[in-house]
């Protein structure tokens, strides 16, 4: 029997808190890959000091897998501090301040060459790398793309994206997966013009 269709939503605004000791997990990436869900992050802070990191979501997916990832996320401790329809004027009207972002994170040393893999080794292995989110990219889903194209796994480490869209904000990413999975995302960001750091040390001998 086909499996029923389920009705798609108009995109869903959220915030979430997270606690510190669950910021080493992908869970952003999670919603993505486990419940199918669309994930725009339009606000973010997160730095290692902090007991709590911040995220402002825009969700977008049918309503079901929306909800199963909001589930998985607050069985984890995960707080959902707001839940709106985007463009709500009602609920934005009442929506706190973002917290302030921090000014802790700097960009990592800059690596000008593209890493090159021995793509003949099936294991997995992993780049640290920190993105530049120009301001007029901040209605484009990277995160999302990244593991949805690419089957990738994101794990934000630090975050500095300011809430008022007016700046530049910073992810501090973990990815992992096959080196040519790896060296696909790699180039889909250089393709966006995103300014790029890259950290050669986490590609543990398979850089060539």
Not at 10 to 24: G, K, L, M, N, W
Not at 41 to 52: H, K, V
Not at 185 to 198: D, I
Request: aromatic share 10%; with cysteine; hydrophobic share 35%.
């Amino acid at each position: 029997m086909p499996r029923k269709k389920l009705p798609q939503t108009t995109p869903v605004d959220s915030r979430i808190r997270i606690p510190q000791h669950y910021q080493s997990q992908p869970l952003i990436s999670r919603l993505v890959s486990r419940y199918g869900v669309t994930v725009n992050i339009t606000a973010a802070m997160l730095t290692d000091t902090e007991n709590y990191g911040w995220f402002d979501l825009q969700l977008q997916g049918n309503s079901e897998h929306i909800c199963d990832g909001l589930l998985y996320l607050q069985n984890l401790g995960v707080d959902v501090m707001h839940l709106s329809i985007s463009g709500d004027a009602q609920h934005n009207s009442s929506f706190h301040m973002f917290p302030q972002v921090s000014k802790e994170l700097a960009p990592l040393p800059p690596t000008l060459n593209t890493p090159t893999y021995d793509i003949y080794n099936g294991q997995s292995c992993r780049l640290r790398l920190q993105i530049c989110v120009l301001k007029d990219y901040y209605n484009q889903p990277i995160i999302f793309d990244l593991v949805s194209q690419y089957g990738i796994t994101v794990n934000i480490i630090t975050a500095s994206l300011p809430a008022n869209q007016q700046d530049d904000g910073w992810f501090d990413l973990d990815i992992w997966g096959k080196p040519q999975q790896l060296f696909s995302s790699f180039n889909h960001l250089k393709k966006l013009q995103l300014p790029l750091w890259l950290d050669t040390s986490f590609l543990n001998g398979y850089i060539i």
